[in-house]
């Protein structure tokens, strides 16, 4: 069995009782095809670079589970027919990384204004 994690884009306007169902769904299939659930991180609502289906929002999920690759291309093909989902990507887990990766934003503005004047005194 591979270890693999899916990023999912969910249509913001669904309520969370649908995004809950196509979650579980997921976590149905993979564990129906004999695998194990590791991981659900909700990452919640964020901007998108560019419009998907006229929507400027997504909801992100990361989903961490080990299963077959049999599986895996039964979850892909369920999210690809679901209308909630506006994109999903599965990638194979990296032995070694970390267990529970963190969405990192961009620093502040005040954080590069500290950066260079730290610096400045160093020099």
Same mark, same amino acid.
């Given at each position: 069995?591979?270890?693999?994690?899916?990023?999912?884009?969910?249509?913001?306007?669904?309520?969370?009782?649908?995004?809950?169902?196509?979650?579980?769904?997921?976590?149905?299939?993979?564990?129906?095809? !004999?695998?194990?659930?590791?991981?659900?991180?909700?990452? !919640? +609502?964020?901007?998108?670079?560019?419009?998907?289906?006229?929507?400027?929002?997504?909801?992100?999920?990361?989903?961490?589970?080990?299963?077959?690759?049999?599986?895996?291309?039964?979850?892909?093909?369920?999210? +690809?027919?679901?209308? !909630?989902?506006? +994109?999903?990507?599965?990638?194979? +887990?990296?032995? !070694?990384?970390?267990?529970?990766?963190?969405?990192?934003?961009?620093?502040?503005?005040?954080?590069?204004?500290?950066?260079?004047?730290?610096?400045?005194?160093?020099?």
């Amino acid at each position: 069995m591979t270890e693999y994690e899916i990023l999912l884009l969910l249509d913001p306007d669904l309520d969370e009782d649908r995004q809950s169902e196509i979650v579980s769904r997921t976590r149905d299939l993979v564990e129906k095809g !004999g695998g194990s659930w590791d991981l659900h991180d909700p990452w !919640g +609502r964020r901007k998108l670079a560019y419009e998907i289906a006229h929507k400027g929002e997504g909801s992100y999920h990361l989903l961490q589970f080990t299963c077959e690759s049999e599986t895996l291309d039964e979850v892909s093909r369920v999210l +690809r027919i679901d209308d !909630g989902v506006m +994109r999903h990507m599965a990638t194979r +887990r990296i032995k !070694g990384s970390p267990a529970r990766p963190v969405a990192v934003a961009a620093p502040a503005r005040n954080d590069a204004e500290i950066a260079s004047e730290v610096e400045e005194e160093e020099e």
